[in-house]
C-alpha cells in the first residue's frame, strides 16, 4: 500500500456534473497538496492544508473547492468544470507545511486523471 | 514564475551520462529534485539548501550555485530505470510570507539499450 492514495484514478465528467476526488494519506502528516498537471505544463499548486487548515489558494477558480475534515484525508470537490480543467490532478503530504523547506520532501499519490467533456 | 529546466528531453544510451539544468529568475533558498515515470507519482530524488554540499543519490548527483540562481543533475552511467520525467522544484527565499514549491516544466529523459 503506497503512503497517499488518491480515487478514482480515471473520472470523466460533463461540464454540468459534479463530483470529487479523494485522498488518503497513511503517513502521519500534517500538510496535504493539491497539484495539477497539465500536458506541457508544470506542476501546479492548487491548495495547501496544513493541520486541516487551508494555507495557500493559489488563485484557483471557485469550481474547484477543497475540504479537509481531517490530516489523514483531503478532497477536491468539483463543479461546472471546463474542458481545459481536463488533467491529472496530485495529491501529496509531507511532515509539515514548512518542513518542505528543510526536507524537501513531497510525498505524492499517483493522481487521478480527469477528463472533462 | 516556474524555474526554466533544459534540454525539454534527452535519449541516451544506457550507459551514456546526462545532465539536466534549472534556472530561476530568482533568488533561491533550495532546490528539489523529482522524478516521475510514466503513469506513477513523482518521486522525491535529494534536495539541496542555500549554501549546502553538492549531493548524491547512488549515480545520480546534484549541485546548486546560488550566485547563478540554477541547479544541475548529473546522472552518470545511465540505466533504464532511469527513465522518466525528472522536474526541478525551487523555493525563494522568504520575503515575509509564506513560501511555497514552484515546479519547473520537466525534461523527459529515456534511456535505451
Known amino acids: 500500500e503506497t503512503g497517499v492514495t488518491q480515487t478514482p484514478r480515471h473520472l470523466v465528467m460533463g461540464m454540468t456534473n459534479k463530483k470529487s476526488l479523494k485522498c488518503e494519506q497513511h503517513?502521519?502528516?500534517?500538510?496535504m497538496y493539491w497539484y495539477k498537471q497539465s500536458a506541457k505544463k508544470p506542476l501546479e499548486l492548487m491548495f495547501v492544508y496544513s493541520l486541516e487548515e487551508r494555507v495557500e489558494n493559489n488563485s484557483v477558480p471557485s469550481r474547484f473547492s477543497p475540504e479537509c475534515p481531517n490530516s489523514s484525508h483531503l478532497f477536491l470537490h468539483l463543479h461546472t468544470l471546463q474542458p481545459e480543467d481536463s488533467a491529472l490532478y496530485l495529491c501529496?503530504?509531507?511532515?509539515?507545511?514548512?518542513?518542505?523547506?528543510?526536507?524537501?520532501?513531497?510525498?505524492f499519490g499517483e493522481g487521478s486523471r480527469l477528463t472533462v467533456l | 514564475q516556474q524555474p526554466v529546466q533544459s534540454p525539454q528531453a534527452v535519449i541516451l544510451r544506457e550507459g551514456e551520462d546526462a545532465v539536466i539544468n534549472c534556472s530561476s529568475s530568482?533568488?533561491?533558498?533550495?532546490v528539489h529534485w523529482y522524478r516521475q515515470k510514466h503513469g506513477e507519482a513523482p518521486v522525491f530524488l535529494m534536495i539541496l539548501l542555500k549554501g549546502g554540499e553538492q549531493k548524491g543519490h547512488e549515480k545520480i548527483s546534484a549541485s546548486f550555485n546560488e550566485k547563478k540562481q540554477q541547479s544541475s543533475l548529473y546522472l552518470t552511467a545511465s540505466q533504464l530505470s532511469y527513465s522518466g520525467t525528472y522536474f526541478c522544484g525551487t523555493v525563494a527565499l522568504l520575503t515575509g510570507t509564506a513560501s511555497k514549491l514552484t515546479f519547473g516544466t520537466g525534461t523527459r529523459l529515456q534511456v535505451t539499450l
Open positions: 503517513l502521519g502528516h500534517n500538510a
Open positions: 501529496a503530504s509531507s511532515q509539515e507545511q514548512l518542513a518542505v523547506l528543510n526536507t524537501g520532501e513531497l510525498f
Open positions: 530568482k533568488a533561491l533558498y533550495s
